[in-house]
């Protein structure tokens, strides 16, 4: 019998990025209220959102015998959150805050399998070329900006604009891989 795995997601860059590291999934459907908790920090925020999406999956799955995984990730910068742009005004305040200076990528990851519940937090730093308003303006109309935390796609064309990247690629796209193996290890998905 092989081993189930579900994600816990509906990013298509997430379904990628899993698909990259050769392990076979399904999808299972748990959206959670993304809210803040009073005096929660950015790294807690983003690895109980990961949680809360693996634990939520978990308890869709019919199998209790099955690995879910959960995501999040957030941008940082000067104590400010930057989540996923609510319309165009707020895409390209996001991105005229983040441009010519680093930034903050925090991506968490969690894995629920047999009752136990493991994470780990990525965090990368990026750093923005200056973006006028022109460039703005013609990124907004490609799409891509929408639904994307900090208003930008770095697997897409708003690579463009990214001058330096310390840290993880895939965590900034939205699921960081090695340590998401990490947890795969430890939760002994690869013991046969």
Do not use: C
């Amino acid at each position: 019998m092989s081993k189930k795995v579900y994600l816990a997601s509906s990013s298509p860059r997430r379904r990628e990025l899993l698909e990259q590291i050769g392990v076979d999934f399904e999808l299972v459907d748990a959206p959670v209220e993304e809210t803040f908790l009073p005096n929660e920090s950015p790294e807690s925020f983003v690895i109980r959102m990961a949680v809360e999406k693996a634990f939520s999956g978990f308890n869709k799955v019919p199998e209790k015998k099955a690995w879910v995984i959960g995501s999040d990730t957030v941008v940082l910068k000067d104590g400010k959150l930057f989540g996923k742009p609510r319309h165009k005004m707020d895409a390209q305040r996001m991105m005229r805050t983040l441009s010519d200076a680093p930034y903050d990528v925090l991506s968490a990851v969690s894995v629920v399998y047999d009752g136990r519940i493991l994470s780990k937090l990525s965090r990368s730093e990026v750093t923005f070329r200056p973006i006028s308003d022109a460039e703005f303006e013609a990124y907004w109309q490609t799409g891509e900006p929408e639904g994307k935390a900090g208003g930008y796609a770095i697997q897409g064309l708003g690579a463009k604009f990214i001058s330096q990247l310390h840290g993880s690629y895939s965590g900034v796209m939205g699921l960081p891989l090695y340590e998401l193996d990490q947890l795969l290890i430890e939760s002994g998905f690869y013991v046969e």
